[in-house]
């Protein structure tokens, strides 16, 4: 990984945020609370909409293309990746209908046992169509050598 | 009224406390199928056993956010995820086809977090061999 990328702005990413794509994740990952799958439980929980879960948005750039843009900028060969660490701050919930813009940036790139690993941490903003920051992500990926 | 909830919340979040324990079916291939299209992440190391040997893995593993979406449960029926505010994971090992994972969340600390009273839950899975596949922590307002 040249380090020449470190503070690269990657291409910003919209997510549109479905009642259907909600459903599909709360099932698959056995979400059995009814505020993410019925609209009535979620009102009365205090969402305007079913809530995305907390790690959802992690779908942005991953549904844009982003992350398969950053892989080929860093000449990381996706059989070699890892998702080394993850962490999210969440500053106003995010519900169906919303749509979330996400802008990332490449804020290190370092490498351990003599090159065997290299890791490259990238640092998000989501806001929502508002303009309001609504979580922020932090994601290291390590590549395998 | 708000003096008693705040009193009540107390007892209810103290350090040492256990976060009840979530347990999960073995991971199958038809869960990486759906999760690869859930989440976004369509990498094939996750859902096509010839590519996952052609990386060099014996079969295909789970997504790392698989792991964290099932510690995300485990938080949100503890306290609702309004109360969430910071979730950190770190990706310790893989997690493989037949593994039943069990995500652990501990009270370790209660802590001001931008002026609100805070817990910090330690969180884990493990898998049915006690092989410890992600750890990290969230903060958690008690409010």
Redesign the interface.
């Known amino acids: 990984m040249d380090k020449k990328w470190i503070g690269y702005q990657l291409p910003e990413s919209e997510l549109a945020v479905e009642r259907g794509?909600l459903r599909?994740?709360a099932?698959?990952?056995?979400?059995t609370?009814p505020?993410y799958t019925e609209i009535e439980a979620a009102r009365a929980?205090?969402?305007r909409d079913l809530?995305a879960?907390?790690?959802f948005l992690?779908?942005?750039e991953?549904?844009s293309g982003t992350v398969n843009a950053l892989l080929d900028t860093l000449e990381i060969p996706?059989?070699?990746?890892?998702?080394?660490?993850?962490?999210?701050?969440?500053h106003k919930?995010v519900c169906a209908g919303d749509r979330i813009t996400v802008r990332s940036r490449i804020a290190e790139i370092y490498e351990k046992k003599g090159g065997a690993l290299e890791f490259a941490l990238t640092t998000s903003q989501a806001s929502n169509d508002n303009g309001e920051l609504v979580a922020e992500m932090?994601t290291l990926l390590v590549c395998r050598n | 009224m708000l003096t008693n909830s705040k009193i009540s919340g107390s007892c209810n979040a103290e350090v040492g406390q256990e976060l009840p324990a979530l347990e999960l079916r073995p991971v199958n291939r038809t869960t990486l199928a759906l999760f690869a299209g859930a989440s976004g992440d369509h990498n094939a190391v996750h859902i096509d056993l010839d590519f996952a040997r052609r990386a060099g893995m014996p079969d295909v593993f789970a997504h790392g956010m698989l792991g964290m979406a099932w510690i995300g449960r485990l938080l949100t029926r503890w306290r609702p995820q309004s109360r969430l505010r910071r979730f950190d994971v770190r990706f310790q090992g893989i997690t493989h086809l037949g593994d039943a994972i069990t995500c652990r969340g501990k009270l370790v600390e209660r802590l001001q977090h931008s002026g609100e009273e805070c817990a910090l839950i330690e969180v884990s899975a493990t898998n049915q061999f006690g092989q410890t596949k992600i750890v990290g922590d969230a903060v958690v307002a008690l409010g």
């Open positions: 794509r599909f994740f099932k698959v990952i056995g979400e609370d505020v929980a205090g969402y809530p879960p907390p790690t992690f779908a942005a991953l549904d996706v059989e070699k990746l890892l998702h080394a660490e993850q962490g999210f701050t969440y919930p932090r």
